[in-house]
């Protein structure tokens, strides 16, 4: 049996978990770990050396050692010229690539990292450059896949892993608990405002997310479902992505296209209803134990109605569970979500969550980093599979 050392290869699961003030979150991602160049902290590289295939490490960073402490040196005020809104217009608690500012010592255009807004007034804007999960306890477990030799080293970069894994994490949290400004007045607009009956009249029976990512969502929805249950799935097509170890005993699809809905073998019943143009759902008050949305929640106009309406048709301690990737239908996603980071994307989810105002225990999840199946049409062009993220919450008493 292969076991780590400083010349061998290792594919390792990295899993961050920490919490904010509104929700759990769970982190993961795969990379190809190089012992003799890539660099980790030690009390984790210590643990993971003689390490073998399945093992699972843990360990517990305080604020400040898995990532830098906050420094409010890197929150600065600035002129509000010195914002490029050419690019994007400042709102509270969102993230802009760092090249949107001017007149910053070490600051390129080129420069993608995201920074935070923080206050933008009409003659100036403040500007968070500190990481998104500084100042927070983290845990991160290595879950090791496979191992490998490796014949000789050969330069290549070096990677510092620790910031590799918490690249993305963070951006899903409110700043000091504060509700993110997400709606700008075009914020719902899309790309094609015909009516969505129109667009969507054609049947589309085809998956829009790889094999990987529909294992990764079915896993996701077993750890909810249980047989005696009664699940909505909401905004559905053709398939459900429901485990059948836990296929519910009511399984109701509500969607656009009834081909799509009549072709889906998990569904015991359907309805054909358009939820951008009348978001009161048609389902008596507590009808539903769950209710899952697969890729579809950055189709949304009304997402607060609806998640208003969720929360009638849901039993009290019932979840509402959304799935998503970084893949749409153009026309109709919202322009919002094309603007934000996948990270932020969980962050505008959450918001609709808190301003349903009837929802707890919110959390939320993200995969990235696997092999795409070489079955998928995308691949070898895109190396890697869709990520995967989800949010999810209780229906509060």
Not at 221 to 246: C, F, K, N, T
């Amino acid at each position: 049996m292969n076991r780590i050392d400083k010349d061998t290869l290792a594919e390792i699961e990295f899993q961050v978990k920490w919490d904010s003030n509104e929700a759990e979150h769970t982190d993961t991602s795969l990379h190809l770990v190089n012992f003799w160049r890539d660099m980790l902290p030690g009390a984790l590289y210590e643990e993971l050396m003689g390490a073998a295939s399945g093992d699972r490490i843990a360990v517990r960073f305080a604020p400040g050692n898995g990532v830098s402490d906050y420094n409010p040196q890197n929150r600065h005020h600035l002129k509000r010229r010195q914002f490029n809104e050419e690019m994007a217009e400042p709102r509270y608690g969102r993230f802009y690539p760092k090249g949107v500012l001017r007149d910053l010592y070490n600051v390129f255009p080129q420069n993608v990292q995201p920074v935070r807004c923080v206050g933008a007034k009409p003659d100036e804007v403040a500007m968070d450059l500190n990481h998104p999960l500084a100042g927070r306890e983290i845990e991160v477990t290595a879950v090791v896949h496979d191992i490998f030799d490796k014949p000789f080293d050969r330069g290549g970069k070096c990677k510092e892993m620790l910031e590799t894994i918490t690249e993305g994490p963070g951006m899903q949290a409110r700043y000091n608990g504060e509700p993110t400004d997400f709606l700008a007045p075009d914020a719902f607009v899309r790309g094609d405002e015909t009516h969505d009956a129109r667009f969507y009249e054609k049947p589309r029976l085809v998956n829009h997310i790889d094999d990987r990512a529909v294992a990764t969502i079915s896993g996701l929805y077993g750890q909810i479902l249980s047989p005696d249950m009664r699940v909505l799935d909401l905004m559905s097509s053709w398939r459900s992505h429901v485990p059948e170890a836990v296929m519910p005993r009511k399984l109701v699809g509500l969607g656009m296209n009834a081909e799509e809905l009549k072709e889906n073998p998990q569904l015991t019943e359907h309805v054909v209803h358009d939820l951008n143009a009348k978001p009161k759902l048609p389902f008596d008050d507590a009808s539903f134990d769950r209710v899952i949305c697969t890729v579809s929640v950055e189709y949304m106009t009304q997402p607060v109605a609806v998640f208003d309406e969720i929360a009638r048709v849901l039993k009290p301690d019932g979840i509402l569970m959304h799935t998503f990737s970084n893949r749409w239908f153009p026309p109709k996603a919202i322009k919002l979500w094309t603007e934000l980071h996948e990270f932020e994307r969980m962050g505008l989810v959450l918001e609709y969550f808190h301003q349903a105002g009837k929802f707890k225990n919110l959390n939320t999840f993200s995969t990235r980093g696997w092999d795409r199946p070489e079955t998928d049409k995308y691949y070898p062009d895109m190396p890697q599979a869709d990520p995967v993220f989800a949010v999810w919450g209780r229906k509060a008493a």
